[in-house]
């Protein structure tokens, strides 16, 4: 990250200078002097930007070394195929979140570093994206609500956005979605959710979640 840092302030440093040397130049009447001083300006302007933004995103992402727990999600049966959820994040409040159906999903957003990314050692990051519910029965699926929650706030510089939408923009940056497979929903369930470097893995942690994955089988088995 120290790099990262490095290259958005040496980027921003020269683009005050390019600027200063292409306004010295235009009062001198130096015009093809400006000219390249105001292409430098733009180079180290466009760097500057991309750093600074996978910078802040790097920072308000969370580091993934390796496989690791990201939080905690314990079901409560409301009606016959509603459920509140409660979703338990280290170091934040427990959320609480109504889900329709059986089953339950969450997603998140997961960038990993490609060259010529890779120089800058940085860490592959993720952050929690939502959450969502759904019926096996796939009539109903079709019919009935669904409920989708999010759990990430919105913020103007999302580097997983941006190079989703702008990928040559950002060479060396893969975003992409980490996704737990739907798992049944029961009343006292308690999952661990854990995420590795490219997907999500839900594991029951109690009786009451075992015995639903264990007499529960996925749409068209």
Known sequence: MALLVAISLISAFLTFH????????IRRRRIIRAGGSTVGCFVS???????????????????????QLVSRIEFRRV?????????????????????????WQMDAKIITWKPPMTVLGLDPIYQLDRLSGRYAEIGRE???ARTVHSLSRE???????????????????????????????????RYEVSMSRDALIARPVNDEARNAVGSWSAPGN
């Open 79 to 103: 009606s016959p195929e509603e459920f509140q959820a409660r979703l338990m994040i280290a170091d934040k409040e427990d959320q609480f979140f109504l889900l329709h159906g059986d089953e």
């Open 18 to 25: 390019f600027l200063f040397r292409t306004m010295l130049c």
């Open 142 to 144: 079709r019919s009935e």
């Open 155 to 189: 913020t103007p510089a999302d580097v997983w956005k941006f190079a989703r939408r702008f990928p040559i923009l950002l060479p060396g940056v893969d975003a992409h979605y980490g996704t737990a497979t739907y798992v049944p929903m029961a009343d006292g369930a």
């Open 45 to 67: 302007a466009a760097l500057a930007g991309a750093g600074a933004m996978l910078l802040l995103g790097y920072l308000s992402y969370g580091r993934l070394i390796e496989e």
